[in-house]
């Protein structure tokens, strides 16, 4: 029928709404990356200074979140969801591989992940710790995920006769809380070593978890 208006299709500029969304949500989350991994930090952050460094405006970041806190949350969960991708990839390509080949190989993609931009250790292991009961059970959680991917490769590896049956709980969260440590202060310059001598010593220190003085594989 002439004259007759169209149905609206949801698009502008090419974009749907949807698109739209998405977009201005990755764009707050890189604001957040740079003001929470530089300066001014996240406590020194407002959604005033974040919104303008987005290029966008307050009203459009309480359509994507409740408060900054939802932000560094998001943040601190994509970091981890990237690092724990590239370590799956490290095992994925050493399948069927020598426990210290694979634990090698995850390590190296780790750590290659997690230092390629310091904003992200920042965020990570200095601005996520103690701002608030949520985001310490996130946090947490995230490493209780960490600790249950090493105890999953040594238990592999105690079936395969790699290495000294034994619970691995302790063990493996104390391995995660030297990574973490180690990995923060070569990024802060306090361990003047290169990257592959820290993933080495760090390979090097799960292998003598996994395999400790006296163990002998011919016995298992």
């Given at each position: 029928?002439a ?30 990356l ?26 459009q970041?309480?359509e ?46 780790y ?110």
């Amino acid at each position: 029928m002439a004259g007759r208006l169209r149905a609206p299709t949801g698009r502008y500029g090419g974009r749907t709404a949807e698109e739209r969304k998405t977009e201005r949500r990755e764009r707050f989350l890189d604001a957040g990356l740079r003001m929470f991994g530089e300066a001014p930090g996240y406590h020194g952050t407002t959604v005033a200074r974040l919104s303008e460094t987005a290029g966008l405006s307050t009203r459009q970041f309480y359509e994507e979140f409740h408060s900054l806190e939802d932000v560094l949350a998001a943040l601190h969960l994509r970091i981890n969801d990237r690092a724990e991708e590239a370590a799956l990839s490290g095992l994925a390509a050493t399948e069927g591989r020598p426990v210290a080949e694979r634990v090698t190989a995850a390590f190296r993609a780790y750590a290659a992940d997690v230092t390629a931009d310091p904003r992200r250790m920042r965020v990570t292991f200095v601005e996520i710790v103690g701002v608030s009961p949520r985001l310490e059970r996130q946090r947490l959680t995230r490493r209780a995920r960490w600790v249950a991917f090493i105890r999953a490769e040594a238990d592999a590896a105690v079936q395969r006769g790699e290495a000294a049956p034994r619970d691995y709980r302790v063990a493996a969260a104390a391995f995660i809380g030297s990574v973490n440590g180690l990995l923060y202060d070569w990024n802060a310059g306090w361990v003047e070593a290169g990257l592959d001598e820290v993933v080495e010593e760090l390979v090097g220190l799960l292998l003598g978890i996994l395999r400790p003085a006296g163990w002998c594989p011919d016995e298992h």
